[in-house]
C-alpha cells in the first residue's frame, strides 16, 4: 500500500516488527494476547497523524463515511485550503461545501451538517471541539464512531472507535462479540487492557482492512492466527 489512510487521515510510514510467540490462552488472555501482538508490530500506531486541529479532525471524520480514505484526505486537504475554523465553514455555507466535498458522496447532507456542526461549536463552546466523545455525540451529524475516532485521536481518549473493520475482526477472533456496533464498543471497553486502549482503533483498523478482510482474509498470514478461533479460518 502506498500511501496508508485511516478516516482520511494520513499517518507517517510505519515499521513492523514481528510478532511475539505467545501460547494459546482463554478468553480474556486471548484478548490481551492479541492486543500485545498487534501493539509489538506497529509500536506507534499513530505516528505521524496531526492532532493539532480537532475541528479538522471531526470534520474529517464526519466527510468519511461511506467513502475511502484516499478521497476524503484530498478533500479535506481541498475544503480546509478555503476555511481553517467553525466561524469560516459556516459563512462558506452548504452550498459552497456541498460543490467542495461532492466526491466524498452523500455531500448534500455532510455540508448541511458540517454548517449544524460548526454553528453549534461557535454558540456553545465559542468554536472549540469538546474533549470528550459524550460531549462530541451532542453535536449534529456526530455519531459514536465520529465522535470516538476524534476523542481519541485529538486528546487521546481511551476509546476504541467501532467500524467495519472493527466490527468484523472483533467478532471474528473474537474480542468481544456482537451483533450492533454499540454492542462491540461496549464490549471492547470492557475487554481491552487499559494501556492499548489509545492505540488499539488503529491496530483493529489496519488488521481488518489489511489482513482480516471480509473477504479471502488472509489467515496464513495473519500474525494472530493461533488465537482466533473462527469457523471460518483457513490452514
Known amino acids: ?5 485511516l478516516h482520511g487521515l494520513r499517518p507517517a510510514p510505519r515499521r513492523a516488527k514481528a510478532p511475539a510467540a505467545l501460547p494459546s490462552p482463554g478468553a480474556a488472555e486471548r484478548v490481551e494476547a492479541v492486543m500485545t501482538r ?7 500506531p499513530k505516528a505521524g497523524f496531526d492532532d493539532t486541529d ?11 463515511a461511506q467513502s475511502t480514505g484516499p478521497t476524503v484526505a484530498r478533500i479535506a486537504d481541498a475544503l480546509f485550503a478555503r476555511v481553517q475554523d467553525p466561524v469560516g465553514m459556516r459563512a462558506l455555507g452548504e452550498a459552497a461545501i456541498t460543490e467542495i466535498i461532492r466526491p466524498v458522496g452523500l455531500g ?6 458540517i454548517v449544524k456542526l460548526s454553528t453549534a461549536l461557535i454558540e456553545t463552546s465559542g468554536g472549540a471541539v469538546p474533549r470528550s466523545s459524550v460531549e462530541m455525540r451532542r453535536l449534529p451529524g456526530i455519531g459514536r464512531k465520529s465522535a ?3 476523542a481519541n485521536f485529538a486528546f487521546h481518549e481511551p476509546v476504541i472507535a467501532v467500524d467495519t473493520h472493527v ?4 467478532n471474528r477472533i473474537p474480542l468481544a462479540q456482537g451483533a450492533t456496533v454499540d454492542a462491540v464498543a461496549d464490549g471492547l471497553a470492557l475487554a481491552v487492557p487499559e494501556r ?3 492505540g488499539a482503533h488503529v491496530w483493529l483498523f489496519r488488521h481488518g482492512r489489511d489482513t482480516c478482510t471480509a473477504r479471502k ?3 496464513t498470514r495473519c500474525p494472530v492466527s493461533d488465537l482466533c478461533t473462527w469457523p471460518g479460518k483457513a490452514t
Do not use: G, I, Q
Open 54 to 64: 480537532p475541528f479538522r479532525l471531526l470534520v474529517t471524520v464526519l466527510l468519511s
Open 38 to 44: 498487534l501493539a509489538e508490530a506497529d509500536p506507534d
Open 196 to 198: 492499548f486502549k489509545d
Open 148 to 150: 470516538e475516532v476524534t
Open 108 to 113: 448534500p447532507s455532510k455540508a448541511r451538517n
Open 1 to 5: 500500500m502506498a500511501r496508508d489512510t
Open 217 to 219: 482474509p488472509a489467515c
Open 167 to 170: 466490527f468484523r475482526v472483533s
